[in-house]
Structure formats: structure tokens, C-alpha cells
């Protein structure tokens, strides 16, 4: 159903989209540099299901919906900005001894890389401004085609997002060696690169 004419420009568009600097790859570095590669690794699934519902709601035009309404749009922008604000909070929180020993679990990674995702208009409107111009009537039924292109995108997006996770892993590892955990300078630092994040959504959003 889908022609290499689609597919190949497809590709390409969506590995720049990727490659393009942005709040799920800085969350991404924070996690798996403070807390491991498992946590990373917990945290791209909550991100890739947030990707995943981002494509079924572009399918049911949810987010054309949003595109149409800056205003709405506008307003996830900052509640994301908040958001980061909130992580970044906590990541200080957790820099004193008292909270350090809380266990962070898989559930809440997950839930927390799924809201990232769901707060970051560069995955809905990936949907609405990229993704149509790849669609052909002729090729059959266009819901078809789409959820085929943004399952693609979505693996692009994991392949990228892993590496991520282990890069940042491994630059830790560098400089702590490995298996050594986090040091205590990263749990301060990582809010500093939240409120940073936070602060790069809030431009976009002006």
C-alpha cells in the first residue's frame, strides 16, 4: 500500500524531526543519567505510548482539533512548562539525603514519561503538520496509510530515544565508573537541566 516515493521522504523527515533537539530527548538523558539504564528504559515506554496515542488521536482528529485552536495549544505548552517545573522540583527534593532513599518505581517512570510525551507539542503537531503531506487518496484508505507512516515514526523515535538512554548511561559510566551509581552532584545538576528544559518549552511556546 505504501510506495518507496512515500516511505524513503517519510524517513528522512522523521529521523530530522528526531534528531531535532527537544524536551523528551533532555528527560530522557536526566533519567537514565540519574537513576540507570532500567529506569531510561522504563521511561521510553511511557514516552513511545505517549507517541502512540498522539497517532491514534491525529487519526481520530483529536489533534487536528488542537492545531486548529491556538489557543489550546498554547495553553498545553504551559501546562508542560509547569510540568518540568514540577520534575525539576522533585529531582531537588531528591539531591537531600531524606528523599534520596525514596524508591522511584517503574510505574511511575512509565506514567511520567508518558505525561512528557503527551505535554510536548512537537509529537502532536508532528502528526498534523508532517504527516498528511505523505499520504496518497489513490494508495487506499488514508487512515490506513497514516497509522502505517506514524508506526514507522514511532520506531524511528524508540531507536533514537534508546540511544539516548544508553548513551547517557555511558557518559556516567565514564565518569563515575560503571556500576557505580549515581554521584551526588548529578541529583542537583539534573534539576538545573529540567528548569532548562522547561525554560526551552516556554520559549517555543512565546
Known sequence: MLAWAQLLPFIAAALIVELTPGPNMGYLAVVAARQGRRAGLVTVAGVTAGLALCLLASIGGLVELLAARPSLLAGLRWVGVAYFLWLAVDA???????????????????????????????????????????????RG????????????????????????????????????????????????????LLVGVAAWLALSAL
Open 92 to 138: 531537588w527534593r531528591a539531591s537531600t539525603a531524606a528523599a534520596a532513599g525514596e524508591p522511584v518505581t517503574d510505574g511511575r517512570l512509565f506514567t511520567r514519561g508518558l505525561i512528557v510525551n503527551l505535554l510536548n507539542p512537537k509529537a502532536l503537531l508532528l502528526y498534523v503538520a508532517l504527516l498528511p503531506g505523505f499520504l496518497e487518496a489513490g
Open 141 to 192: 484508505r488514508v487512515e490506513v496509510q497514516a497509522l502505517l507512516l506514524g508506526l514507522i515514526h514511532i520506531a524511528i523515535a524508540v531507536a533514537v530515544h534508546l540511544g539516548i538512554v544508553l548513551g547517557a548511561v555511558r557518559v556516567r559510566d565514564g565518569l563515575t565508573g560503571a556500576g557505580a551509581g549515581a554521584p551526588a552532584w548529578l541529583q542537583p545538576a539534573a534539576a538545573v
